[in-house]
């Protein structure tokens, strides 16, 4: 069953291999796709959206530009806990970019958590997170991608292990090691290294091989 769990995710006990990728947002008005596919990226990130009401204005052509180079691609939506419910917050991410099929070429929606904790106590947080993966899964079969930093699962969340078997973690560590991944996930599936990538945006590597990334873009 364990075995089943990470390879119906996509997901790695051990880094036999990597797949590098990267994620943008508006920030980077201008971005070499094609460069990046030749330069042996295979995926993309994009934000999509934002609490309730911010749409990111470069997500549409992001996507498009991402599309025509041949890159695996999905959007992010950046949480807002003290906004609304997680439940708002995915309706609006999927209505607006967060969406998922089946192609082999979409990745499931992210889930960036970051900065504060909103002024949630541990368990509200993860009840919002909750919410928000529950929502997402119930409309398209598939629980979104989680993105934290160590410090923040800790202090937000307390540590929680409430998503190991459901949700696959991004995890972002600026370092040479990805180190210890939080919450008791026993690996990572992404991992952001590093906040600058030569074209546009910041570093990543998926935790395996091209065939697991499609896998996870599959379901």
């Not at 180079?69 to 003290?82: E, K, N, V």
């Not at 991004?170 to 991992?191: D, K, M, N, Q």
Request: net charge neutral; charged share 15%; glycine share 14%.
């Amino acid at each position: 069953m364990k075995f089943c769990l990470a390879f119906c995710l996509g997901l790695a006990t051990t880094a036999l291999a990597a797949v590098p990728g990267f994620d943008i947002s508006h920030y980077q008005s201008s971005v070499d796709f094609a460069a990046a596919y030749n330069s042996g990226a295979r995926f993309v990130i994009i934000k999509a959206t934002e609490g309730t009401s911010y749409i990111d204005p470069m997500f549409s052509s992001h996507y498009t530009g991402a599309t025509r180079a041949g890159l695996i691609r999905g959007g992010y939506h950046f949480a807002r806990p003290a906004a609304s419910s997680g439940a708002a917050q995915a309706t609006f991410f999927l209505a607006h970019g967060g969406g998922w099929s089946g192609d082999g070429i979409t990745l499931p929606g992210m889930l960036d958590l970051e900065g504060d904790c909103a002024g949630l106590s541990r368990a509200a947080m993860i009840s919002w997170i909750k919410d928000f993966s529950d929502t997402y899964r119930g409309r398209t079969g598939r629980y979104p991608l989680l993105y934290t930093n160590p410090s923040w699962w800790s202090s937000c969340t307390g540590g929680s292990s409430a998503f190991v078997t459901t949700n696959p973690l991004v995890l972002a560590r600026y370092s040479t090691s990805a180190g210890t991944p939080p919450g008791g996930w026993p690996y990572y599936t992404i991992w952001q290294f590093n906040d600058s990538y030569r074209y546009g945006g910041d570093s990543d590597t998926f935790n395996g091989d091209l065939a697991g990334l499609r896998r996870l873009a599959s379901g």
